[in-house]
């Protein structure tokens, strides 16, 4: 009877974690400088449109971050280094299991500058190689 209980119990746990993060998204890229470079430690910030809610990671060494764990919604997404100018990327659109691929190249200049972008980044669907679509919310 207690290895039913505490089955039961595991199967609830995991079915939670998975609830959490079953709707959710990421953004990913590499950051770059004018001459196709990597821009390590470079501050990589997503805001939330709707909520305002910010996540943000550093790239690596090799100029690579991930944003993981997004909920489904619009972004605003700004990458900032010493030595270049300031970036934005809006109408960043992360949909529910899906990866955002970004790969931003920062100019040369001071961070109080800043560039702007509205063009809408592609979707990466690393786990299916099949065309799809999505559905939003009711």
Known sequence: ???????CLLFLAAVSL???TGGTGSIQGT??????????NALV????VGTGVETARKTSDAGFFVLPVLPAGTYNVTIAATGFQTL?????????LATVGLNPKLAVGASSQSVTVSDEPSILKTDDVALGSSMGNL
């Open 31 to 40: 950051v770059t400088d004018p001459s196709g470079g990597v821009v390590s």
């Open 1 to 7: 009877m207690r290895h039913v209980a505490l089955c």
């Open 45 to 48: 910030t997503a805001v939330n």
């Open 88 to 96: 934005t990327q809006t109408h960043v659109v992360v949909e529910a």
């Open 18 to 20: 998975l609830a959490q």
